[in-house]
Structure formats: structure tokens, C-alpha cells
């Protein structure tokens, strides 16, 4: 009984599992992911970037924008009821025909141009630090797909993002004239590469002229756990589980040839 014991003992610690039950820290590598953070004492609907009329141009914290047209929002009433102070505030229309509060967050956002033209394709990027190289890192966010009062017409949404020298493409979103597409949930896995490396949201929308703008907040990227193929014995257990099992075969072996010796008997 007691070796019968010792054996499911054996058994038990070599199918069971041996590592830590303390689980790693989730940790957002993304400054400022929802935007809420901004200088220079910047309010209201504003342009930001290298074409921004209005100072400081780079006013999101840890971001940068390109010369582009995008817009820092500070929450969806403002979105669609404040002129955009920028380059086409002459219309008294840089405000979004529909929007509703991001799903998390505070609920700031950033709305950047997808017209496929140069000064008007906007991006917004932010460099990634203490990467691990060969190492997966998965980029999560909230994007969504509007349109500006300035402009009408059935538009196509869709973001480029990269890490490094890496892009994924998102689904493009169908946008009704004056519509809004609703927040959408996404994320994209990369490996790292080198241990410092651009994160890029680049807008691309269609068609030429109508200025689709595509909504984006919430930004984080976090470092997945490396794969591991299940679990194999050492071969020390497995040696010893080997030799349990021949003791145990011995032992009822000599049971057997006792029981026969007394029925002999």
C-alpha cells in the first residue's frame, strides 16, 4: 500500500505543474494612449501637427503628429458643436457631423485625415522604448470613422499602423454621408525588432475630396507571453516514474505467485 501510494504521489508531481502562480504585471508601454494630456493651455477643437496654425503644433503629450490634417478633441459634445481652430476654420464647419463618447477612457480622441493626398493624410506616432527584441508586443485601440461638416458624400475609413518597419492594415469602415461608423474595438500583434521603435497611425480613406477622418483613442501596447509547448517530463522523472512502475510490477508479481502457492496448498 505504502509503495501504491508513493507511486500516485510520483505521478501527481510529474503531471502537475510546477511554476509560479504569481502572474506578470500587465504593463502599457504607450504614453498617454487616450490623449487627455496636452500643453501650452490648449482647450478646445484644435489642429495639431507641423501644418497647425495655431501653437504649439505639438501639443499632445508624447505624441507627434505630421503635416497632415488632424484634430484633438476634447470630448464628443465639443466634437460636433466647436469649430476646429486650424487651417480651414474659414468654414466654420471643422466640426464632425456625428460622434458618441469613446467607450473608455475620458474621453478625449484625436480625428486624422484619411484623403490620400500630401498635407492632407494625417498620422500620429509616438517612439516605443525598452522593447525586447523577438519579442511580441500587441497594439490595442478604439478607432472609429467620421466625417467633417465642410464636406459630404460616402467615405471608406481605415487606419495603417506600424511598428518599426511593420504595418498592418485595418478593414476599411463604410461611412454614410454626414455618418459616424460607432467605436470599434482592435488590436495587432508585432515583434519587436530592436529595442526602440516608432508606433505610427497613419489615416487612409476614400474617395478623393470628401476628407474621411478616422477617430482614434485609447492606445495601448503591452508585451504577450513568449509560447510554450506543453509541458514534457524531465528525464529524471521520467526515470524515476519508470521505476515506480517496475516495483509496483514486481511487487503485485510476487502477490500473484503467493496466492498460487496457497490455493496449491
Not at 495655431?54 to 499632445?60: M, S, Y
Not at 469613446?102 to 516605443?128: K, M, R
Amino acid at each position: 500500500m505504502r509503495l501504491c501510494t508513493a507511486l500516485l504521489t510520483t505521478s501527481l508531481v510529474i503531471g502537475g505543474a510546477t511554476g509560479s502562480a504569481f502572474a506578470t504585471p500587465i504593463t502599457n508601454l504607450v504614453t498617454n494612449g487616450d490623449f487627455s494630456a496636452v500643453e501650452g493651455g490648449i482647450v478646445s477643437s484644435t489642429q495639431f501637427g507641423t501644418r497647425a496654425s495655431v501653437l504649439p503644433q505639438q501639443f499632445i503629450f508624447g505624441w507627434l503628429g505630421n503635416n497632415g490634417y488632424a484634430i484633438w478633441y476634447p470630448n464628443a459634445t465639443a466634437a460636433v458643436t466647436e469649430n476646429a481652430l486650424g487651417l480651414f476654420s474659414y468654414t466654420n464647419k471643422e466640426k464632425l457631423w456625428q460622434v458618441t463618447a469613446p467607450p473608455a477612457g475620458p474621453g478625449t480622441f484625436v480625428g486624422i485625415d484619411g484623403e490620400q493626398t500630401p498635407g492632407l493624410q494625417a498620422s500620429i506616432s509616438q517612439v516605443l522604448n525598452g522593447l525586447s527584441i523577438g519579442s511580441t508586443y500587441q497594439v490595442s485601440f478604439l478607432w472609429a470613422g467620421s466625417q467633417v461638416q465642410s464636406q459630404s458624400g460616402a467615405t471608406t475609413d481605415s487606419l495603417a499602423v506600424s511598428l518599426g518597419s511593420q504595418t498592418q492594415d485595418l478593414t476599411a469602415l463604410k461611412n454614410l454621408s454626414g455618418g459616424f461608423t460607432g467605436w470599434q474595438t482592435a488590436s495587432r500583434d508585432f515583434v519587436a525588432s530592436s529595442t526602440s521603435e516608432p508606433l505610427t497611425f497613419l489615416a487612409m480613406g476614400t474617395p478623393f475630396g470628401l476628407r474621411p477622418i478616422s477617430l482614434l483613442t485609447d492606445v495601448s501596447v503591452t508585451a504577450l507571453p513568449p509560447v510554450v509547448s506543453s509541458t514534457v517530463p524531465e528525464p529524471g522523472s521520467l526515470a524515476l516514474f519508470g521505476t515506480g512502475l517496475l516495483g509496483l510490477g514486481l511487487v503485485l508479481g510476487r502477490r500473484r505467485r503467493a496466492a498460487a502457492l496457497t490455493l496449491e496448498t
